[in-house]
């Protein structure tokens, strides 16, 4: 015979599961609280005309070490509403049954959130007089144990809910009693609750004291209570705060521009709010993942949170919002160029791979943001406004070691090469070759760096070509030109140069010095499938005194011996490891030279 | 110095990728110049991961027969150090198959190898298995010394326990999805295993992030665009915020393109744009193969909604395309980047003596209705 059965729901089994699973710490007991009483009271403005804004009210009671009463002046409950309501876990009287979904007006919606109390009283009794049956007061007692009773009370109350929570939970390490102490029970309503709508009092003894604020999001009016807020709740005294309004309303608040510079991958802390009711520090979700410069005091009414309530469901709304605030972030930009040119400086230096990241990502970001970008050259740190102005040719290299070779002799020379070779410079630098109107912005190549080298006097010369033959044979085994050419400063006597397939051919090299047969035919490949590309230079300075003695030594042997030095040598003022047989060579040359 | 110092000295607080990789290769250095061996094992692994999870591989499987070297060369350190190398060569075998550079032979001989340490250092072969049916599956082999079948390795695996080379949880999931969904191609099975992965209670560095892509293709390549671009927006998201600005995870990227090509251009056009110029120094034949292709799929259906030109950045400034108006014909881009997917194909085709990926590449799609191409 078929019969109907119904799930029984082990309650200490579900609070275990609400304090290790769901919410992070039995702090959120204070956030559910505030939440309920919040949507009492907005339910009780809806329906209760008789109701006038300014009565609406919080009072956290607290006595010290004993217990804690949260009050509030909302619709309250009739028994029926109990029964419903307190007594069923997982239905709430914010959620709309009938079109299976939560009201816009109210902050909750799971009806889990009298459950978290649990994490800090074993006992839980609530009194409450609904504005429906004002002659009645109704109290509920819940115990851990999953049991409860319901009966008239005496009590003198006002319309609206009282809950109060016993000291009576035994914790392990006796941090629960810290809940029973007023100053901390304030920090957490600060916390949580700082910019409810509706005022939030703690009552200690005789002393009352409203804790939360109504506050105005407005940078322009109040940039100085914006900044000490920052201070206070993130904790930095930040470059700049600005305005976040949503133009669809999704969200309010302020952003924050960090003093120093942070990795990527560090995920800042904020202050987001839902429906005024603290709800995360982590923005990760919210932000342009390019912000990671800002941080964020962030209010939305809109954005759906997960059962936890400490973070928001990934839907198209947020992918909306973050789209909005990456737009809000770019009108700043646009401000600051406009009128206060030195703080958008200060903000790019100090956040360049943020900026820099923006712009590589191609949006109309870019000729506003290119000036100010810095670079290293030649010349010492430029900014994309410098090159712009310089006037003439500027060389640049994306690759870092060729910029690290090079570098002085441009000096010498004073000419600008800019490196590029970090992150997204690439394609920064091509984009602002492309909007130069008085620089012409160049990529260095082979053929640059040869006609910046001037002509050696001593082209034609028989000693000088034969010293470049004795050289072209000697380096070939290590896939090098020689090339006579005259440059500054004359205490260098050679420059070796290399491009990047030449560098990772080079990799491999020193790993195959190591590799056993399975991986030195892998190395093998790769090194063959680059072979054609790779192009390394040693360029011989005739204006040196050592290179003018070469040229003037007529003993094979030794020249052969000088030039295999030289080639090290030029490899180790490069900051290029040696390989194996370069340092072979090396020592194997000395000791002929000694031997002459 | 101990290993906190050389990160503290070399590449803490360095951003993920070649900064980071550059930071810890002078670490490795330095701790060779003091002959801290210890430290170089312990260095290499940590490249390895960084190479692995934020470059684009190559130069794990250069440093890796170095790491290899050194750590034959000092068995004192090989009981402390046995996990670090397993875990780096497991790394490296995935990364070295997808590079058509590395011979067919050569995978075989380095699978085999694979195979030999994990006996010699008292592993199972479940690792062994899982990588060579993976690259069965991805590469469509169907003569290999090493297994006769994809299928034979999956089963093969799955007779050997779990134990530390075997992938954590997520990962454990999100292969099996993979199996389910690309070489018995049962979705359904697929979706439930997948089901503790999208419900968020599992999840790694990579995890749900291939599920979602995974599916995506899934979906896309069996004619539901609707489904598929719901899956590529998913993994979209959190691709973006956690590789965002990383060379990593091209392939993914290529596959989100190729879905969101036929069914929400502005957005595929958006993310291609910020991840080009990120993306184009990866050498990793795979890794370009796909979003190459997704570049190709994203100006072959630009060039259907009659759009003739396209703002880009192009960072090939060597290529006759290039032009500093940043203004490219599209039709000019759709054949640039279809050459470009072309000779990777052929080259992984010649080297597995198969038309894989000619096949991907030339495959038409037609969504009809559904593709709401804007």
Redo the contacts between chains.
């Keep these: 015979m078929e019969k109907d059965y119904k799930f029984k729901v082990n309650l200490g089994g579900m609070i275990d599961i609400l304090s290790n699973h769901l919410y992070s710490s039995p702090d959120v007991f204070v956030r559910e609280l505030l939440q309920n009483g919040t949507d009492a009271i907005s339910a009780r403005m809806i329906s209760d005309n008789d109701f006038p804004e300014e009565n609406a009210k919080i009072e956290i009671e607290v006595e010290e070490g004993k217990r804690i009463i949260f009050r509030d002046n909302g619709t309250g409950l009739n028994e029926e509403e109990i029964h419903k309501f307190l007594s069923v876990i997982g239905q709430s009287s914010k959620y709309d049954i009938e079109n299976n979904r939560a009201s816009g007006d109210y902050i909750g919606r799971f009806g889990i959130g009298l459950l978290s109390c649990f994490m800090v009283t074993d006992y839980i009794c609530v009194r409450t007089r609904s504005y429906k049956t004002p002659d009645t007061v109704l109290e509920w007692k819940g115990m851990a144990d999953g049991t409860y009773t319901i009966e008239e009370s005496d009590a003198d109350i006002a319309v609206g809910t009282e809950i109060i929570i016993e000291n009576n939970k035994k914790s392990k390490d006796g941090t629960i009693d810290d809940y029973y102490n007023c100053d901390n029970i304030a920090n957490l309503i600060y916390y949580y609750g700082l910019f409810l709508k509706y005022p939030v009092y703690t009552i200690n003894g005789e002393e009352k004291t409203r804790l939360n604020l109504k506050f105005d999001f407005d940078t322009e009016k109040n940039k100085e209570l914006c900044m000490t807020l920052g201070k206070t709740f993130l904790g930095e005294n930040f470059l700049d705060c600005f305005t976040l309004r949503s133009p669809t309303g999704l969200f309010n608040g302020i952003a924050y521009v960090l003093p120093y510079p942070v ?3 560090v995920h800042n802390m904020h202050r987001i709010y839902l429906k005024n009711m603290f709800l995360t520090e982590n923005g ?2 919210l932000l342009p ?2 912000a990671f410069f800002i941080r964020c005091i962030i209010n939305t009414d809109n954005l759906k949170p997960t059962s936890s309530r400490e973070d928001f469901y ?1 839907d198209e709304e947020l ?1 909306k919002a973050k789209n909005e605030i990456g737009d809000i972030i770019a009108d700043y930009f646009e401000d600051l160029d406009l009128n206060n040119k030195g703080l958008l400086y200060k903000i790019v230096s100090i956040h360049s ?1 943020a900026v820099k ?1 923006v712009i ?3 949006n109309e970001l870019d000729d506003l943001l290119l000036p100010y970008i810095i670079f290293h050259t030649s010349m010492g740190d430029l900014t994309g406004k410098d090159i712009l102005d310089f006037g003439s040719i500027a060389f640049y290299t994306t690759d870092e070691n060729q910029y690290r070779q090079l570098a002085p002799l441009y000096i010498q020379r004073n000419q600008l090469l800019i490196n590029a070779g ?3 410079e ?2 920064i630098i ?2 602002l ?2 909007i130069s109107r008085k620089t012409d912005i160049q ?1 260095l190549t082979d053929a640059d760096i040869d006609f910046m080298l001037d002509d050696s006097e001593f082209d034609g010369d028989p000693a000088a070509d034969k010293l470049l033959r004795i050289a072209s044979r000697i380096l070939k085994k290590y896939d090098c030109k020689p090339v006579l050419k005259e440059f500054r400063p004359f205490e260098i006597p050679t420059l070796y140069t290399i491009n990047e397939k030449a560098y ?1 051919a080079r ?2 090299k ?3 010095q ?10 093998d ?2 090194e ?2 680059i072979a054609a590309s790779t192009v390394a230079y040693l360029y011989l300075n005739t204006n040196n005194l050592i290179i003018r003695k070469l040229i003037n030594c007529d003993d094979d042997d030794k020249l052969s011996c000088y030039i295999e030095i030289l080639y090290v040598q030029a490899l180790l003022s490069g900051h290029f ?1 040696l390989l194996n047989n370069e340092m072979k060579v090396l020592n194997e040359n000395l000791y002929r030279l000694m031997s002459y | 110095m101990n290993y906190e110092e050389y990160k503290d000295s070399f590449f803490e607080g360095l951003d993920h990728g070649e900064p980071k990789c550059k930071g810890i290769r002078n670490a490795i250095d330095k701790a060779m110049e003091l002959q801290d061996y210890e430290n170089v094992l312990t260095l290499y692994g940590v490249f390895i991961e960084e190479d692995t999870f934020y470059c684009d591989g190559f130069q794990s499987v250069i440093i890796f027969p170095e790491y290899q070297s050194v750590f034959e060369q000092h068995p004192e350190f090989h009981e402390k150090n046995k996990y670090t190398l397993m875990w780096s060569f497991k790394w490296i075998a995935g990364s070295a198959e997808d590079f058509y550079q590395v011979t067919f032979e050569q995978l075989e001989n380095m699978y085999r190898q694979y195979g030999e340490y994990c006996d010699r250092f008292k592993y199972n072969k479940r690792s062994y298995y899982r990588k060579i049916w993976n690259f069965m599956d991805t590469y469509a082999i169907k003569n290999f010394s090493l297994c006769s079948s994809c299928e034979e390795a999956h089963k093969l695996m799955m007779h050997c326990q779990l134990d530390e080379l075997s992938e954590p949880a997520a990962g454990e999931a999100d292969d099996l999805t993979s199996y389910y969904l690309f070489v018995e191609k049962k979705v359904q099975k697929a979706l439930k295993a997948a089901d503790r992965i999208f419900s968020g209670k599992l999840s790694c560095t990579v995890v749900p992030h291939y599920t979602y892509a995974n599916f995506a293709d899934y979906y896309f390549n069996h004619n539901d665009i609707v489904t598929a671009a719901d899956y590529a927006v998913k993994s979209l998201r959190i691709i973006n915020r956690d590789f965002g600005t990383d060379k990593s995870m091209m392939k993914y990227k290529g596959m989100i393109i190729s879905v969101l090509a036929f069914y929400d251009l502005p957005t595929a056009l958006k993310f291609f744009r910020r991840q080009l110029n990120i993306c184009y120094t990866n050498e990793c034949g795979l890794e370009m193969f796909y979003f190459y292709r997704g570049a190709y799929h994203l100006f072959l259906n630009l060039e259907r909604t009659e759009q003739k030109t396209a703002r880009l950045i192009f960072p090939f400034k060597e290529d006759p395309l290039y032009k500093k108006s940043n203004v490219y014909s599209v039709s000019k881009l759709r054949e640039f980047f279809y050459n470009k997917t072309k000779y990777i194909a052929d080259r992984f085709d010649e080297r597995d003596n198969n038309h894989h990926f000619n096949y991907l590449l030339n495959k038409k799609y037609d969504f009809g209705d559904a593709a709401a191409l804007s």
Excluded: C
């Excluded at chain 1, 590799?515 to 892998?522: K, L, T, Y």
């Design positions: 990795s990527a991958n990760h979700k993942e390019w990934e992918e791979l990241s590589a990502s191609g970090y992150v997204y690439n394609a091509t984009k070759a492309d990529k990772k990799q491999i020193r790993s195959k190591k590799a056993n047969n399975v991986f030195m035919g892998m190395l490949s790769f063959n499938d490891p």
